[in-house]
């Protein structure tokens, strides 16, 4: 199994792999890793495809743990003490300029974005600021280069405080040419949010003009409800506003600070996935991949009907000039991802394919590397492939109580064991009935994000099920872990019954039988290091 990386910390990773002399042993050696802690990220962007609560919980944190590496059949663990006298390595082996920067570049964790673009004249503030009801929307920095905008926002309530989520009505801020033709669409930013701004996060178009109109048409507030605990109440807290606007970008510097490559690479994988790579994009703020996705007709009739929305590629860069190895595991829990992610579907339905993008952060990915080559190591995809098991509640009570009970589901690699139920609201805040909970645990080969559960009582009644769980890193066998696993059956009450049938009928299975390595564009030179 190849590597599979969390985050603990990219410090140990760089010193590690820039401090060895020798390039191709230290690719070598980082090939026959099991396990090494890398990034983790979660985004803040309230746009960004979120896992169903029909699946796992959101990931919450970034795990705290030494770096352990394998190398001969020896373990080398680094001491968390030796670890603070370490020098910071950057992967760009590049400093950054010391220069302020404002509080809503910071509360967003785009410090480094910033320091790249500043000095290039690539941050612009287009003054807005706008009050209605007393609800304030400030927009003092917007970030650009050739691949991405970002738009910054802040917002405050009539009492002057940040208000710490809005989340106004999604597609309503659009990036146009001067006739009106979107020039760009949403992306992914899977970095650590503020609560007290928002992040939005445009991929530009290929053909871009040279000035572009951002126009917002803000009038829906989607505040939290308050839940008031002493009393139970819930106060809806939505509103409406005009917080219209518009304001344009000149790209053409942005357009001048970029190295765009065309590519024309394409493999196909054994089970019917193909991948053709079509441009490579170097800007001062990332390297940008993009790709196409499309299946061949046997897996296409295989696979569930959002397979774009939740398929995903696993793989990894290396760097031999630089020694450096960067593994990207898709949406694995506390896996790294790249900086910027961008998925457009909107080809699937005249049979054209699915667009991805990755764009990686030059703190993991050196912008000016000259040979940097792709290697493919997986892909996961949701498949139709029903597997059920029986649920006797008064069996499972009755054994529990002298501790013979458990309950296993197999399939593809993944088990699940059953030990106990029990009746609860679904969401305590909002629900009163206490449906049926079953818990366990569950040992995962497969990308569990975008399996999907369906309970069938005796009468042939579905049930919807929320999975929810806490998975761990990997073992050693590369397998994820939930210690406290729980199959919530959505409005399976107590007189419903005491059997029914637990069904997956969609597993996001991972694929890891590919064989694929790509050099990616070169260049010349680089026009923003002129």
Do not use: C
Not at 104 to 133: A, C, F, H, M
Not at 158 to 164: A, F, M, N, R, T
């Amino acid at each position: 199994m190849k590597p599979i990386p969390n985050d603990e910390d990219r410090l140990w990773e760089q010193h590690f792999f820039r401090e060895e002399p020798d390039a191709d042993f230290t690719l070598e050696v980082m090939r026959k890793l099991d396990e090494v802690s890398m990034e983790n990220a979660e985004h803040g962007n309230p746009f960004t495809k979120k896992v169903s609560k029909s699946h796992w919980m959101r990931r919450t944190g970034i795990a705290a743990v030494a770096v352990v590496i394998l190398v001969g059949g020896a373990w080398f663990a680094f001491d968390h003490t030796a670890k603070s006298k370490q020098p910071t390595v950057n992967a760009v082996n590049q400093r950054l300029p010391d220069i302020p920067v404002p509080e809503e570049i910071r509360s967003g964790y785009l410090t480094d974005d910033y320091k790249r673009l500043k000095p290039l004249d690539l941050v612009i503030n287009p003054k807005i600021q706008i009050v209605d009801q007393g609800y304030t929307l400030k927009i003092s920095d917007v970030l650009v280069d050739r691949s991405q905008i970002i738009i910054i926002t802040e917002q405050s309530n009539p009492e002057g405080s940040k208000i710490p989520v809005v989340y106004p009505e999604a597609g309503r801020i659009h990036i146009t040419d001067g006739k009106g033709n979107r020039v760009a669409s949403m992306a992914v930013d899977t970095r650590l949010g503020s609560g007290k701004y928002q992040r939005f996060v445009f991929q530009l178009n290929d053909d871009l003009p040279d000035h572009v109109f951002v126009r917002g048409e803000l009038s829906y507030l989607k505040i939290p409800d308050y839940y008031n605990i002493d009393t139970g109440e819930i106060t809806a807290s939505n509103t409406t506003v005009d917080w219209s606007f518009q304001f344009n970008i000149d790209m053409t510097k942005a357009k001048s600070m970029a190295v765009e490559a065309p590519m024309n690479n394409t493999y196909t994988t054994p089970e019917g996935l193909k991948l053709d790579m079509t441009q490579l994009v170097r800007t001062p703020n990332g390297t940008r991949l993009d790709m196409n996705i499309s299946l061949d007709d046997q897996l296409r009739a295989k696979v569930g009907e959002d397979w774009a929305k939740d398929m995903d590629i696993m793989y990894h860069i290396e760097i031999p000039e630089t020694n450096e190895y960067r593994i990207f595991n898709g949406s694995r829990p506390n896996g790294r991802q790249a900086k910027i992610r961008f998925r457009d579907m909107s080809g699937l339905m005249d049979g054209g394919p699915l667009k991805l993008s990755e764009t990686w952060d030059p703190a993991f990915v050196t912008v000016d590397a000259k040979k940097i080559r792709f290697v493919l190591e997986g892909y996961t995809i949701p498949v139709w492939e029903e597997k059920s098991v029986e649920v006797d509640l008064d069996k499972m009570r009755k054994d529990a109580e002298i501790y013979t009970y458990v309950l296993q589901f197999e399939q593809y690699g993944d088990e699940i064991l059953f030990s106990d139920f029990n009746y609860k609201p679904v969401w305590e805040s909002y629900d009163k009935n206490n449906s049926l909970v079953l818990n366990g645990t569950g040992t995962f080969r497969n990308a569990f994000v975008g399996d999907r559960w369906v309970a069938v009582d005796s009468e042939g009644t579905e049930y919807p099920v929320e999975v929810v769980g806490y998975p761990d890193q990997p073992n050693s066998n590369g397998e994820y872990v939930a210690d406290k696993l729980k199959m919530v059956i959505r409005g399976f009450y107590k007189e419903d019954g005491t059997k029914l049938t637990l069904k997956r009928t969609v597993v996001n299975r991972e694929y890891r039988d590919v064989n694929w390595e790509v050099d990616l564009p070169s260049y010349t030179s680089l026009p923003w290091q002129k």
